[in-house]
Nanobody
Framework: QVQLVESGGGLVQAGGSLRLSCAASGRTLSVYAMGWFRQAPGKQREFVAQITWSGGSTDYADSVKGRFTISRDNAKNTVYLQMNSLKPEDTAVYYC??????????WGQGTQVTVSS
């Protein structure tokens, strides 16, 4: 099992920045990649970004490219999501996720990000 705990959400004005953190514990050696997803009210959960645990390869949703940066600290078993130039449409619950195979199979509890206009 892998446990994930997010932190860093909050309320920010449009154009501002936030950094989310996700600390992993448990069987972290089995983790291939970690990612961030988000779910806005009335919408489906969507992919935001992911990073491989060993090589650090990254992938982003088109909607956040150039504004969000995902990174990891292997020593701390922690992944970060630096969010800049935030827009009201970025408002959502952000979830950290880990995958040990082809699909993300471990999820955090989520952290609320609210961007005011």
């Amino acid at each position: 099992q892998v446990q994930l705990v997010e932190s860093g959400g909050g309320l920010v004005q449009a154009g501002g920045s936030l950094r989310l953190s996700c600390a992993a514990s448990g069987r972290t050696l089995s983790v291939y990649a970690m990612g961030w997803f988000r779910q806005a009210p009335g919408k489906q959960r969507e992919f935001v970004a992911q990073i491989t645990w060993s090589g650090g390869s990254t992938d982003y949703a088109d909607s956040v490219k150039g504004r969000f940066t995902i990174s990891r600290d292997n020593a701390k078993n922690t992944v970060y999501l630096q969010m800049n130039s935030l827009k009201p449409e970025d408002t959502a619950v952000y979830y950290c996720a880990a995958r040990t195979g082809t699909k993300f199979n471990y999820w955090g509890q989520g952290t609320q990000v609210t961007v005011s206009s």
